[in-house]
């Protein structure tokens, strides 16, 4: 294969990554796919998975391309898939329409299903080729890779902090150290999670919603995701001594609510609610909740990607057991002073062997602060 079909190749399968990446708000439990369709070097249909149990990719850009895709080139981010589902497979759909060569950034994840598509599109006498741009199309995709290959979410810790790295003064004081602009740039993560997770301690210190709300968005935001396409995430609360009550504003406010717990209680909880019993361990004298356990438990509920907002407590235990993908980290250019509040609490650590240590993935301006995207190193 020549360079200039490689870079010819590399331009639609951009754009069809391009538009994976706008069904990052609703296609939960499902992958992130986009497709275009090519003839005669021109785009004559494209499209992306927007919601599961709804057509896929492969589906939306077809009907665009219709009688045109005879003999043109399919660009997709997944491979095709081969079965029936809550849909018809698209490699039928594909076959039926006459394609001529399928290019897929990835192979399906899933051990059944891995490489099945392409043989059957060759099967038909299509050319295929895979793996191309595999690692841009993995990023889009990282919550659904780990839970298919591993049973566990993809867990997303958000800090926010000043330069000295403290979150509060020692009275308690925190509102605002960040920007507007950095306020409105949480929602964004929040609208791409299928959970956001915080503790007991958050809910009785801050009383917060924990929601997604579109007046929130930037206006950025509001073009990309509509007000009435808005999905609410599970809303998952650790809250193992039975605090959270159901005035909280949490619990009031629309959405369902996952309290984890050891004993369950019997209060007079809304529909919305589930108590969810999980076993405890002792971690250094205290009994806690087990957090793996968890995961392992919300993966089961294919559940992709986890976005964390608490105290430094519990954002330390995290890190220190090891359920930490990638750090969200907001820093404001200030200083808060030795008596102010820490980032997180990581109390095991005792030498320079036990540090945790993070990759930087991205650094962006938001307003006047720095949002840092990291990952721990040997990911």
């Known amino acids: 294969m020549t360079d200039n079909i490689i870079l010819h190749d590399k331009r639609f399968l951009t754009r069809a990554l391009q538009l994976a990446w706008k069904g990052r708000f609703t296609t939960m439990p499902n992958p ?6 090519v003839r005669n070097n021109k785009i004559i249909g494209e499209g992306y998975h927007i919601r599961a149990g709804e057509a896929h990719a492969e589906i939306h850009a077809l009907r665009i391309a219709g009688n045109l895709a005879q003999g043109a080139t399919a660009y997709i981010t ?25 290019v897929v950034a990835m192979l399906d994840p899933h051990f059944y299903a891995r490489g099945r598509g392409l043989h059957l599109l060759q099967q038909a006498g299509i050319e295929v080729q895979h793996s191309l741009m595999l690692p841009e199309a993995e990023s889009i995709n990282r919550g659904f890779l780990k839970r298919i290959r591993t049973g566990f979410p993809w867990v997303k810790l958000k800090l926010a902090a000043s330069l000295d790295g403290r979150t509060a003064m020692s009275s308690g004081e925190s509102k605002w ?20 997770l915080s503790t007991a301690g958050t809910v009785l210190a801050d009383d917060p919603k924990l929601n997604v709300r579109w007046e929130c968005f930037s206006d950025e935001m509001k073009r990309i995701y509509a007000n009435n396409q808005i ?22 406010y629309e959405g369902k609510i996952l309290l984890v717990r050891l004993k369950k209680d019997h209060r007079n909880w809304p529909s919305s609610v589930e108590q969810l019993l999980l076993s405890s361990i002792n971690c250094h004298g205290h009994h806690r909740i087990n957090l793996t356990e968890l995961m392992q438990h919300l993966g089961y509920r294919e559940i992709n990607n986890i976005w964390v907002e608490a105290g430094a407590t519990f954002s330390g235990v995290l890190l220190d057991i090891g359920l930490v993908d990638e750090l969200i980290l907001y820093q404001a250019i200030k200083f808060l002073g030795s008596d102010a509040r820490p980032l997180c609490l990581l109390p095991n650590i005792k030498c320079l062997n036990d540090i945790k240590s ?3 993935l991205d650094i962006k301006n938001i307003g006047p602060d720095l949002r840092l995207r990291l990952i721990p190193k040997g990911m």
């Not at 960040?178 to 993560?189: G, H, L, N």
């Not at 609360?237 to 949490?250: E, G, K, M």
């Open 32 to 37: 992130n796919v986009g497709c275009v369709i």
């Open 78 to 102: 997944l491979e095709p898939c081969s079965h029936y589902g809550r849909t018809p497979p698209c490699t039928t759909a594909l076959i039926n329409a006459g394609i001529k060569r399928v």
């Open 177 to 196: 150290i960040t920007s507007i602009q950095a306020r409105q740039d949480v929602p964004r993560f929040r609208a791409e999670s299928d959970v956001i």
């Open 231 to 252: 999905r609410q995430p599970l809303r998952v609360i650790i809250d193992s001594a039975n605090r959270v009550l159901p005035t909280h504003r949490v619990i009031r």
């Open 358 to 360: 993070f990759k930087l």
